[in-house]
């Protein structure tokens, strides 16, 4: 059984980030994240200064910490599979839905951090968890792209990015398709791309 270290924390620990994490979303829209200040974040979560520097040293420090997260946040949505499939693409499929439901349902949070007011360390924070869920695809069941003569790296940087830009392009544009739909999708690319090297 997966630790979730997330229910092990004081409730009241948990409420006091989650206050700090809205408030910086909220001041990021508003401003430049250099010129956020503990005091306005403070004052914006309606908490002491000093209960601030209970739970983190300074802003990059927070900002850290969120990535972290975010990443753990992912991490366990994607780890709920159900007992009822095996592993292959017809699970991946149902981990990217869920993957995107988790993103829709918090579409303000990754909003704000991947698209109006970028902060690198999310973005490049999800690259990376990106870039190794694929090559862990590819090295357990291989591609037809590598059999093509793709070169591996060169595939998993086109994908991670691929599918970055798209999250960021489906938020910009409000989320008008369902995580479902955009998921059938990419499966038909997904397979017109494998056809493409049938040749």
């Known amino acids: 059984m997966m630790d979730n270290k997330k229910t092990q924390i004081d409730p009241r620990i948990l409420r006091t980030r989650k ?13 430049d994240i250099q010129k956020i200040s503990v005091n306005r974040l403070a004052e914006r979560a309606t908490i002491n200064r000093v209960t601030f520097y209970l739970h983190y040293r300074d802003i990059p420090d927070m900002l850290e910490k969120m990535a972290d997260d975010m990443i753990e946040d992912i991490s366990m949505v994607l780890d709920q599979t159900s007992p009822n499939y095996k592993a292959g693409e017809k699970q991946d499929w149902t981990m990217m839905v869920r993957f995107l439901e988790h993103i829709a349902e918090h579409a303000n949070f990754y909003k704000v951090i991947l698209t109006s007011k970028r902060i690198p360390i ?32 060169i595939l998993v940087w086109y994908d991670s990015a691929a599918l970055i830009g798209t999250i960021i392009a489906w938020l910009q544009n409000d989320m008008p398709y369902t995580p479902s739909f955009l998921v059938k999708q990419f499966a038909l690319f997904h397979h017109e791309r494998l056809d493409m090297t049938g040749d």
């Open 19 to 31: 206050l700090l994490r809205d408030a910086l979303i909220e001041l990021i829209q508003e401003m």
């Open 122 to 153: 999310f973005r490049d924070r999800l690259l990376v968890f990106l870039q190794d869920i694929i090559v862990a695809r590819i090295e357990k069941r291989g591609s037809s792209f590598l059999a093509a003569g793709v070169q591996k790296d």
